[in-house]
Structure formats: C-alpha cells, structure tokens
C-alpha cells in the first residue's frame, strides 16, 4: 500500500518484553522488562528499531542474571548465600521499598524531552530517534508522591497535567495534582522542568492505610476528575509483604459493596466541588474523553465489574492456548456518567437532576449527596484513544482495541459515541495493539487522519507488521512488515517531526 506523503514523525511504544532473567521468571506479565520501539517515517518510508530501557532494574537485574528488583507482581530476595545480619537489614529496609525504575507503560513528553512512565515515583529520559537510555527522574525529589500514573494530560500550552498518590505523608494520605511546566524561565535555561513543578491541588484519601488505586484521570476544560474507586492498596500489608513472601499486588483488593466516589477540581479556583458524587463498585482503568455542557460533565470511561483483568496476565495463565481458555468474568464496558454540577438546593430528594437528554442518571438523596448511574455506550473495547484535539471537548469518536471474553485484542475498532456505530478491522491470527490516531495537517474533521496499530501474529513464523488505515472508513492504506520478533506492547505516543529535537552533532 502507500502511506500518506504527510506522515512525518516517530510512533514510539512501550511495553514489557523480558520476562525471564537466567533461571528466574516474572510472576506477571505487567512486571517484564520495559521494551521500547518505534516506527520512523520519513518520505513515504518506515523504519523500525526496539531497544530494551536501561534502567538501573535492568542493570541489576542482567548483571546478577536473576530477577534482583521487585515489580508489582513479583518480590525479588537477596541473593540466598547472604549472612544473615545482610539479610535482616534487607528485610527491615524493604517496609517502605525503593521502587523499580522499569518504566514499562507509556511514553510522555514534559518540556522538549521524553521520557519512559511506569507507575512508581521514577521515570526515564530516552532518546526517541536513537531509544537511548538518559537519565532517571524522581518524582519524589519535587513532590511527595510514591506512586504517579502513566497517563498525563497535556494542557493547550504543552504543559503536563499528571496524578500521583501520597502515602501517609506527615501522617496524612492524599491524591495530588500537579503540573510540570512546559519551559523554563530563559535564565534557567540549564534546569529541568521539573524543579518547576507545582502541586495544583490535593485531594485527601478517605482512608489513611488504603488509598485506591487508579490508572488514569479525566479532564474538561475548568475541571479535572478523579474518581476513588474502591480497589485499593493496603498499606500495612504493602509494607509486610516481603517478610511475608508475597507481592505488592496481593496488597490490592477490590471491595464490591462499597461506593465509587467522584471528585470534580475546579481549575482555576483550585478547589474540589462540594457536593458529593457517586455510584456502584466498579474497577477502571482508562478514562476516554470528558467535557462540559449546560452546567453538566460528561465523561466516559471503560470500567469493569471486578478486578479479573489483572488476574488474567498471571503468566501461569498466559499458557499457549491462552486466547481460547482465559475468560474475563467481567467484560469491559463503555460507561457515560453525567453529572450536574449546580445543583438546586431546593430539588426534590430522589429526583433525577440530568437535563441533558441522556439515559444516564443523577438522583439526590436524603443527605444531599448525589447517586449517579451511567449510560452504557457499548460493550468490549479497552485501551481507548480519541484525536487529543478533541481532549476535555465533546467529541465523537473512539479508536480501542477489541476484547470480546478474552483481554487479547483480536480486532480494532472505530466507535460513533452519537451514533452507536462501530466499525471494525480485523484479520485472522492478528493481534492489534492500542491504536493511534494522527490527524492530518490542518485538518478540519475530528476523524481526517489515520490510525496507527502494531500487529503482532499468532504464529511466531508469520513476520508482525505495522497497520496504517484511514481514519474516517477504517480501510487499510497499508502495511510495514517487520522481520524480526516484535512484542505485544501497552501504550504510546505519535511525535511528530517538528516536535522533535534537531539532533545536535
């Protein structure tokens, strides 16, 4: 096929993609090693590299040829042969643990610079034309956060948005926003933007040893949304957990009979709503889209009715015929939530206050607080994207993977939010990843570009490719076959060639 004269850039991925160190093997497959690749285009052609992250994990980690740095899933111990003074101090060193900088998840730009996200306090500097591996940067050095998402916002300035949690700080456990500037002043031209990092505002934990775990946060154009769901970490089993013989992640649990709660920041004021939101137990991950109407927020998001998504990447589980037996017992499920946010003091109690036309549910209660239910928009796709000119505005379309009972992706999928209409593409024994959308230069509709999806075969003989389709029809314009062994992968970003940094010789 050809690809558009136009697409200039670098689409560049993360993703684990060592699990097995010398004799040792990861528990998890969220816990590999952080594999970065990327598709160059450049006149009409496609060049690929991978490189493995070299971050201080790694290092240890090949250097001892064994699993030395504990992941989420999977606590590593000190070498057996160690006296046991060495291993006493080990084991009272690791209450509050120094966390892997294996940043395995996404991609992030902060400034003109790139870096490697995983979910702890660390993330990595890389080079997106060479994927070198720069420096590593502690979140914690400029704000008291352990642990940051991977999924950042951007605000029309190019300046980033991003959540991280704050456990038992100064005897308190809060959310905290904070923005990390997109430049510096001019005569600080030599430090980084993160020593300009500024704490927005903190949201405080409704429970000090169990603050909830969340992968992602929604913006609109004054506000932001957090939503504490209730699958939360354990902070006292965190900190026994290797004395214990277990992994960080046995310390999550997920409480289905408890409430899911809603905060709404406003932007410019710095302060949290007041009045209380919020609905049924629900596990998510990913928040697609949010903006604002008639003094309501809409926002969507892919949420489940339990926490089997991350029981199902056990590696035990991920066994060859993995596609065919592993069953989610929840299956993903697009939700709109619209909630109005001035509320009539005077409304009855138990009625609806949603005025926009939407089967989506707002209902006061006897205390004042607000219960909401949500519009399903469709069923079985994750990993969501949308054309990010249109982030924090009402919006159209969704690009996502298709999961139907197994989380491997078989197909990609176009959605219409207005119109319910979804269009697919799909071939057989064909793994897409995330898709990416990249807009065509000054275009004027939300779907004038094309998306871009890794393919991974199921039979390792057959090479993977890149897929490039139109965006508006979702046909393929075409493909670039990869002859080496490429990796399943999570999430990235598409750079453009004039975001990028002129190589300096």
């Known amino acids: 096929g050809h690809l558009p004269t136009w697409l200039h850039g670098i689409l560049l991925r993360n993703g684990p993609g060592m699990h097995t160190i010398g004799d040792s093997k990861y528990n998890h497959w969220f816990d590999g090693l952080a594999l970065l690749h990327s598709f160059t285009f450049k006149n009409g052609e496609v060049y690929y590299r991978s490189k493995y992250l070299r971050s201080d994990t790694y290092n240890c980690n090949i250097e001892a040829n064994r699993i030395?740095?504990?992941?989420?899933?999977?606590?590593?111990?000190?070498?057996?042969?160690?006296n046991i003074f060495a291993k006493a101090f080990s084991y009272l060193s690791h209450t509050i643990p120094e966390f892997t900088d294996n940043c395995l998840i996404n991609i992030m730009k902060a400034g003109d610079d790139f870096y490697a996200t995983g979910e702890t306090n660390f993330i990595?500097?890389?080079?997106?034309?060479?994927?070198?591996?720069?420096?590593?940067?502690?979140y914690n050095k400029y704000v008291a956060v352990n642990l940051a998402t991977s999924h950042p916002h951007y605000d029309s300035a190019g300046n980033v948005l991003n959540m991280g949690t704050s456990i038992v700080d100064k005897g308190k456990t809060k959310y905290l926003l904070f923005k990390i500037p997109s430049s510096v002043p001019e005569q600080e031209k030599k430090k980084s933007c993160f020593k300009h990092l500024e704490v927005v505002c903190s949201i405080p934990s409704r429970s000090l040893l169990h603050p909830s775990y969340y992968h992602s946060f929604g913006i609109t154009e004054n506000y932001i949304i957090f939503i504490e769901q209730p699958f939360?970490?354990?902070?006292?089993?965190?900190?026994?957990?290797?004395?214990?013989?277990?992994?960080?992640?046995?310390?999550?649990?997920?409480?289905?009979?408890?409430?899911?709660?809603?905060?709404?920041?406003?932007?410019?004021?710095?302060?949290?709503?007041?009045?209380?939101?919020y609905t049924d137990a629900m596990v998510f991950f990913h928040h697609i889209n949010a903006y604002e109407e008639d003094g309501h927020i809409i926002f969507d998001l892919i949420a489940y009715a339990d926490n089997s998504l991350y029981d199902m990447f056990y590696l035990k589980n991920l066994s060859k015929d993995f596609a065919e037996n592993a069953k989610l017992t929840s299956i993903p499920t697009c939700k709109r939530f619209v909630v109005p946010l001035h509320c009539d003091k005077d409304a009855v109690v138990d009625s609806n206050l949603v005025t926009l036309p939407s089967t989506a549910t707002a209902v006061k209660e006897k205390d004042g607080n607000i219960y909401c239910q949500p519009e399903i928009l469709c069923e079985g796709i994750e990993l969501p994207r949308i054309n990010y000119d249109y982030n924090g505005k009402k919006y159209k379309y969704v690009f996502a993977t298709q999961v139907q009972w197994s989380p491997v992706p078989t197909k990609i999928a176009k959605f219409n939010i207005q119109t319910k209409e979804m269009l697919h593409w799909g071939q057989d024994d064909c793994w897409p990843s995330e898709p990416v959308f990249v807009p065509r230069p000054d275009a004027k509709e939300e779907d004038d570009g094309v998306v871009l999806t890794c393919v991974v075969k199921t039979d390792p003989k057959d090479p993977p490719f890149l897929l490039v389709l139109d965006a508006k029809t979702f046909t393929e314009l075409g493909r670039a076959t990869v002859n080496v062994e490429m990796h399943m992968d999570l999430h990235g970003m598409f750079i453009p060639q004039h975001d990028m940094k002129t190589e300096t010789e």
């Open 68 to 82: 030395v740095v504990s992941e989420f899933g999977t606590m590593a111990y000190p070498d057996p042969c160690k």
């Open 232 to 277: 939360r970490l354990d902070i006292v089993k965190m900190a026994t957990a290797y004395i214990r013989g277990v992994s960080w992640a046995s310390c999550l649990a997920f409480s289905k009979d408890d409430k899911t709660w809603f905060h709404f920041i406003d932007r410019k004021t710095k302060k949290e709503v007041s009045t209380k939101f």
């Open 124 to 138: 990595r500097k890389i080079n997106p034309q060479t994927l070198e591996t720069l420096e590593k940067v502690d």
